[in-house]
């Protein structure tokens, strides 16, 4: 995109862009108190929710990862794109068109840029959408209506069809304005002997798009016994936009049911994915080109909102995920193998297998759409399921049965990280096997045991190659509503200048001795007119955190806090007045944290308690200098020098226990926060 971006544009978008929304097409959010919102990381992998947003300030930050920003940057460290291209792909959504400070107005962006790649893909989408009505694609459409999918159907989950000429694509998009390179950088095009030619030709296609809905990628299915690739399915390699192991065909449309219901139906292929929606399991996904893999999982569990289940196995408020395989030995070694990357999910999780080895696609159109909604009411508990598939090779008739049978699955029951639920599960295995209950319990036991001493120590040869992160954190509760403490994402290996220290370290925000520190510098950022009349009482010297008083020093060089500067554009100015890296993601992180108020209204009685806190600290400086000021003055016998001191130390005693008296209010607070 030529030029830069109107100042006035820029907070037109900001304006229209609520950043609770746009994050919310991300990562399911729930309320975290204070009128934030908290949901698991989409930056780090993690298990407890350190992420929070802040609508009110239009701020985001992860307590965990130290992430955080405006709406604008959460674009650009989720999709990967520069500012430019991220106010662009949000003034799209808002309908509004940016006016370009050099040169005019303008929507267009630089070659070869994510959001160009992006507009090749939509592009190529539309094209291939309206070959599917062309007379040379009946095959398409007749492979369609035959699985039960008609032409609504087919645009709805964005099919369409790959025409025979060598380079129809290539001339469409290159007419366009497209370049060569940009269909290349797409995955669209690839090079021939004549020049560029089309990726994919005489297949059904399907437009893999990523959360958002943009198109980034396709999937192609073999139609014609002549085509020279014998690969039932092909797909898009592996580009800037298109990451196997992290898209999910499906997910733009079935997001907000999974939020909504606190399930995801995970299916084998493209057309089991239409089917299940169809049949109104709107929650179903795919991966694509490749094994669903814990990349996927990550993915998910943002949308689950899944946490670590507790003692006692899963909570009920954990989501439910339901795999569901082709009946065929293949796919049920592929629920087996999803026993490896279950415990990665604290929710319940189940298997759906269809006994007469029918896919849902299939199954739908043998039985209708009642017959799907059975298949994953009728799902069975994955741990159940892998005891049961272990079990089954074995002739339980026969005492050699039994003992097979019991072999094979105290490895598998041992594995079940939970203490209760493995527990539960030896009991499973034991009635399955017809074994005795208490000594499969204690054989399962013993291999755990044995199992985690291997773990531990390897776990332990690890960590001696590196510090513990975690090792200099404090018991203390944490500050404001942030729930149970995050987990830490792994050390970089070097600092940089920016991202090192100050003298001192950085603070412990739980530390209570620094609590009104961080609290005054919370109310700048966050409710600056509350603060405005008395933060100019506040130096430097007041604040023991050396980072703290950065912060403070970057809010006076801002123009210190007034009512009329609040908001993203306010605490852009105290960012701008720090070097990248740690301190800026500090502003980010005190501009999102609630303060600690007594109600969830914070009034200009508990901000100026604050003031006051911080205030007091120097004024007891100060009397203890007076005083002592006062004994050299008695000591040396100046009377008149001592009568003044004194004076101004009654004066100035009265002024501490003013201070002292208004500070008061806030320890009554904090005792009930």
């Known amino acids: 995109m030529a030029g830069r971006i109107s100042d006035a544009d820029r907070?037109?978008?900001?304006?229209?862009?609520?950043?609770?929304?746009?994050?919310?097409?991300?990562?399911?959010?729930?309320?975290?108190?204070?009128?934030?919102?908290?949901?698991?990381?989409?930056f780090h992998d993690e298990k407890t929710p350190s992420f929070q947003v802040s609508p009110a300030r239009g701020f985001y930050h992860c307590f965990g990862c130290g992430k955080g920003g405006d709406v604008f940057s959460f674009l650009q460290e989720i999709d990967h794109l520069t500012f430019n291209e991220a106010v662009q792909a949000l003034a799209d959504r808002a309908g509004i068109t940016l006016t370009m400070v050099e040169g005019g107005t303008s929507t267009r962006a630089e070659r070869g840029t994510r959001s160009r790649l992006l507009a090749a893909n939509k592009a190529a989408a539309a094209y291939y959408a309206d070959q599917l009505a062309t007379a040379g694609a009946q095959v398409a459409r007749d492979f369609l209506a035959e699985r039960g999918f008609d032409l609504a159907a087919a645009a709805h989950f964005?099919?369409?069809?790959?025409?025979?000429?060598?380079?129809?694509?290539?001339?469409?998009?290159?007419?366009?304005?497209?370049?060569?390179?940009e269909l290349y950088k797409a995955g669209l095009a690839r090079p021939g002997q004549r020049g560029p030619i089309d990726q994919f030709h005489r297949r059904l296609l399907w437009s893999i798009r990523d959360a958002a809905g943009d198109v980034v990628g396709f999937g192609a299915r073999r139609l014609f016994d002549d085509d020279r690739i014998q690969a039932k399915y092909l797909n898009t390699s592996e580009t800037q936009l298109y990451k196997k192991s992290q898209v999910l065909f499906g997910l733009d449309l079935a997001k907000r049911d999974i939020m909504k219901q606190r399930q995801v139906v995970v299916v084998e292929g493209y057309t089991d994915v239409m089917a299940m929606h169809l049949a109104g399991i709107t929650t179903a996904v795919a991966s694509c080109g490749t094994a669903f893999g814990d990349e996927h999982i990550t993915v998910l569990?943002?949308?689950?909102?899944?946490?670590?289940?507790?003692?006692g196995?899963?909570?009920?408020?954990?989501?439910?995920?339901?795999?569901?395989?082709?009946?065929?030995?293949?796919?049920?070694?592929?629920?087996?193998?999803?026993?490896?990357?279950?415990?990665?999910?604290?929710?319940?999780?189940?298997?759906?297998?269809?006994?007469?080895?029918?896919?849902?696609?299939?199954?739908?159109?043998?039985?209708?759409?009642?017959?799907?909604?059975?298949?994953?009411?009728?799902?069975?508990?994955?741990?159940?399921?892998?005891?049961?598939?272990?079990?089954?090779?074995?002739?339980l008739e026969t005492a050699e049965g039994e003992y097979g049978a019991l072999n094979a699955g105290i490895p598998l029951v041992a594995r079940i990280k939970d203490d209760i639920l493995r527990d539960r599960f030896a009991k499973t295995l034991a009635l399955?096997?017809?074994?005795?209950?208490?000594?499969?319990?204690?054989?399962?036991?013993?291999?755990?045991?044995?199992?985690?001493?291997?773990?531990?120590?390897?776990?332990?040869?690890?960590?001696?190659?590196?510090?513990?992160?975690?090792?200099?954190?404090?018991?203390?509760?944490?500050?404001?509503?942030?729930?149970?403490?995050?987990?830490?994402?792994?050390?970089?290996?070097?600092?940089?200048?920016?991202?090192?220290?100050?003298e001192g370290g950085w603070p412990d925000p739980r530390d209570r001795e620094l609590k009104a520190e961080r609290e005054a510098l919370k109310l700048a950022l966050q409710q600056p007119a509350l603060v405005a009349g008395g933060y100019g009482m506040l130096g430097p010297e007041m604040f023991r955190a050396p980072a703290y008083a950065r912060v403070h020093q970057a809010i006076e060089a801002a123009g210190g806090p007034r009512g009329e500067r609040t908001g993203p554009p306010w605490v852009d100015d105290v960012r701008g007045e720090l070097p990248e890296g740690r301190l800026r993601s500090l502003v980010t992180e005190l501009a999102v944290e609630r303060p600690e108020w007594l109600t969830d209204d914070v009034d200009a009685h508990y901000a100026g308690g604050i003031i006051a806190r911080l205030a007091e600290r120097q004024a007891k400086r100060q009397e203890l200098q007076l005083r002592s000021a006062l004994q050299r003055a008695e000591a040396s016998g100046d009377r008149d020098q001592a009568r003044a001191l004194n004076a101004d130390l009654l004066e100035f005693t009265r002024y501490r226990l003013a201070l002292t008296q208004r500070a008061a209010a806030i320890d009554q607070a904090w005792a009930q926060s």
């Open 11 to 42: 907070e037109k978008v900001r304006d229209a862009s609520r950043i609770e929304q746009v994050v919310g097409e991300y990562v399911a959010l729930r309320n975290a108190g204070g009128g934030n919102l908290k949901g698991l990381c989409p």
């Open 158 to 181: 964005g099919c369409g069809y790959a025409p025979d000429g060598w380079d129809d694509l290539v001339k469409a998009l290159t007419a366009q304005g497209f370049s060569v390179d």
């Open 301 to 311: 569990r943002r949308y689950l909102l899944d946490t670590q289940a507790g003692p």
């Open 313 to 395: 196995g899963i909570r009920a408020k954990d989501g439910t995920v339901v795999y569901t395989f082709d009946g065929d030995a293949a796919g049920q070694q592929a629920a087996l193998k999803a026993f490896e990357s279950d415990q990665r999910f604290a929710a319940n999780t189940f298997v759906a297998v269809e006994p007469g080895g029918m896919d849902p696609c299939e199954l739908r159109q043998a039985r209708g759409d009642e017959a799907l909604r059975e298949l994953v009411g009728s799902a069975k508990n994955l741990f159940e399921f892998a005891i049961q598939q272990s079990v089954e090779r074995f002739n």
């Open 432 to 502: 399955h096997a017809g074994t005795d209950i208490d000594e499969t319990r204690m054989r399962v036991r013993r291999a755990a045991q044995t199992r985690a001493r291997t773990t531990d120590g390897g776990d332990r040869r690890r960590s001696d190659q590196r510090p513990d992160p975690r090792a200099a954190r404090r018991p203390e509760a944490g500050p404001g509503d942030h729930g149970p403490e995050p987990e830490p994402p792994e050390p970089p290996a070097e600092s940089s200048p920016e991202s090192a220290p100050p």
